[in-house]
């Protein structure tokens, strides 16, 4: 993509925030944090323009930074895969966010195998495959991984191989300093007690959560609740509050807003008090995943409300 795309993808939509409802009710939306609130950009809350190229993702932090003001982000693998072992490229990815002064946190992999597959060959092919970008977090300086956990079969056999897929990967991951987050994306990664005694069984620091405001759909896999559309969800507010205590991330799921700038499937001075309560020191992750805004209006809608929330606890 060349720069006029990028250059005009970003005007536009500088120019639909200030004309968008939520963007004329809550007009500091650009604001600095709040001194204790620090907020990051989840890469998949752009992942219409990087899919229909309005947006290069090797540029991800300078366009945070253009955009939203915000000065850490979290990135996802899908948009990397062909530079996977590509060491140089991770060099010159770090390059740009060190130059605009932002913060790579953690990368998202998706599509890498099941860690917690019944078979001993798949498991380890899932776990190598995940090895790379643990190196790629290494080297852009982040401090995590997240991955999925699912597998197939009883709930016996899924944890007890979870506990070795997820066990061993951290152990690569200690060694080069990275962590290894769970996410609830659906299925038993939205049943924060199951995920939960895995953590626990195996015992390193270096596993840990990430738990999302949304996603607790258990009956089916990544999990979304968008539109109510679940037929048997964990209850979020007990998921996020038994997550917390492992976190590492925190992420601000948001579909959609009502007129006074609220979240309509989630309360969110709810979710960040169990947040702040827990003494979570780290990043809360903007995720946009609705389609009633523009992906750049609801990143900013998103943050106008993480901000209007937090100031109120």
């Given at each position: 993509m060349?720069?006029?795309?990028r250059?005009?993808?970003i005007?536009?939509?500088?120019a639909a ?5 939520i963007?004329?009710?809550i ?9 204790d ?17 309005s947006?290069?993702?090797k ?10 003001n ?22 010159e ?5 060190d130059?605009?002064?932002?913060t790579?946190?953690l990368?998202?992999i ?9 078979s001993d060959t ?6 190598d ?9 290494r080297e ?13 079969g009883?709930d ?15 152990e690569?991951?200690?060694?080069l300093?990275?962590n ?6 659906g ?7 199951f995920?939960?005694d ?21 009956s ?15 209850d979020?507010y ?12 925190v992420s ?18 709810r ?11 780290g990043h809360?992750?903007?995720?946009y ?5 523009s992906e750049p ?11 209007k ?5």
């Amino acid at each position: 993509m060349n720069n006029y795309n990028r250059r005009k993808f970003i005007a536009l939509s500088a120019a639909a925030g200030t004309a968008t409802t939520i963007g004329a009710m809550i007009p500091n939306a650009f604001a600095q944090n709040s001194s204790d609130l620090k907020i990051s950009l989840a890469q998949w809350s752009l992942h219409r323009a990087y899919r229909d190229g309005s947006l290069d993702p090797k540029n991800f932090a300078a366009d945070t930074k253009d955009m939203f003001n915000l000065d850490a982000i979290e990135y996802v693998s899908d948009f990397y895969a062909n530079e996977k072992h590509n060491a140089s490229y991770w060099k010159e990815m770090r390059k740009i966010a060190d130059d605009q002064g932002v913060t790579s946190l953690l990368i998202m992999i998706d599509g890498e195998g099941e860690l917690g597959s019944s078979s001993d060959t798949d498991r380890t092919q899932s776990i190598d495959r995940h090895k790379p970008w643990i190196d790629a977090a290494r080297e852009m300086g982040c401090h995590s991984v997240r991955v999925n956990a699912f597998g197939k079969g009883t709930d016996t056999a899924i944890k007890a191989a979870l506990v070795n897929g997820l066990g061993r990967l951290t152990e690569y991951g200690e060694k080069l300093g990275i962590n290894v987050l769970v996410e609830n994306h659906g299925l038993q990664t939205s049943n924060a007690a199951f995920m939960v005694d895995v953590i626990k069984q195996v015992n390193n620091p270096y596993l840990g959560t990430l738990p999302d405001f949304g996603n607790w759909c258990i009956s089916k896999e990544w999990g979304g609740t968008e539109n109510n559309s679940c037929s048997y969800m964990y209850d979020p507010y007990r998921g996020v509050e038994e997550y917390l205590p492992y976190a590492k991330g925190v992420s601000a799921k948001a579909y959609a807003f009502d007129k006074d700038g609220n979240e309509t499937q989630m309360d969110y001075r709810r979710m960040l008090k169990l947040v702040k309560d827990a003494g979570f020191q780290g990043h809360i992750g903007i995720e946009y995943e609705g389609q009633h805004l523009s992906e750049p209006d609801g990143i900013r809608a998103t943050k106008a409300l993480l901000e209007k929330a937090w100031k109120s606890l």
